[in-house]
């Protein structure tokens, strides 16, 4: 049982380049969430899913965008990265409202 | 949508005495209040949490507090020790269909030995 498992842990793009990050959950859960943490900003939700085939946008979604073709499996796209989307990204699943959001280990994403 | 506010960003305390981080919630509708532990370098963890038809919880040396009618919830931590040193983010949800979970902006716990 590995919990939330994102991929990958650190990533160094160059401005305009694109890519996807992976956050993958056996726990079956519904919901799964992307935040970005940037210093005194605590978590910022990006986008998030309620279950298998949809998405929503959270506070900061501009520039970002995902997909949840299986219920495992949360993915979020930058298409045309840029330097205010270096942060440090985490995933987060629920099994539903109200109940306790199991992190991934973050990926550490720089853009140059 | 949901605002939370957390004071104090940084709170420094010798160990034994005791920490109280607070925050303020905008929604009337959150129901669901958590707190969440970060060492550095790795995830946040939960370590309590409240709902609204509660008032207070304990766990060992930590409890939280919730104040509906102000919409405020506290997170009081005794006996601190240095392990305690971390960020802590309080959290407000709502009980709905597209529910999210709203984070204030953390506080940096220091315990001084």
């Known amino acids: 049982n590995a919990g939330v498992t994102q991929t990958p842990k650190f990533r160094v793009l160059k401005t305009g380049q694109s890519m996807t990050l992976l956050c993958a959950q056996d726990?079956?859960?519904?919901?799964m969430y992307w935040y970005r943490q940037d210093p005194g900003m605590g978590l910022r939700l990006i986008h998030y899913?309620?279950?298998?085939?949809?998405?929503a946008k959270g506070e900061v979604p501009d520039g970002y965008n995902v997909s949840r073709l299986k219920k495992q499996n949360f993915l979020l796209g930058l298409e045309s990265a840029a330097p205010s989307q270096t942060s440090v990204y985490f995933c987060?699943?629920?099994?539903?409202?109200?109940?306790?959001?199991?992190f991934g280990q973050g990926t550490r994403l720089t853009v140059v | 949508g949901e605002n939370v506010e957390q004071h104090p960003s940084t709170l420094s305390v010798q160990e034994g005495d005791s920490a109280v981080i607070k925050c303020t919630y905008s929604?009337?509708?959150?129901?669901?209040f958590p707190w969440y532990k970060q060492e550095l370098g790795k995830r946040p963890q939960l370590i309590i949490d409240?709902?609204?038809?509660?008032g207070e919880k304990k766990d060992q040396r930590i409890a939280v507090t919730l104040n509906k009618t102000a919409k405020h919830f506290s997170l009081h931590i005794t006996e601190t020790q240095p392990e305690d040193s971390a960020v802590y983010f309080c959290?407000?949800?709502?009980?709905?269909?597209?529910?999210?979970?709203?984070f204030g902006k953390g506080t940096m716990l220091l315990v001084s030995p």
């Open positions: 987060a699943s629920l099994l539903g409202v109200g109940t306790e959001a199991f």
């Open positions: 726990m079956n859960h519904e919901y």
């Open positions: 899913s309620v279950g298998e085939g949809t998405t």
């Open positions: 929604d009337s509708a959150s129901n669901y």
């Open positions: 409240i709902r609204s038809n509660v």
């Open positions: 959290a407000a949800s709502t009980h709905s269909g597209y529910s999210t979970l709203t």
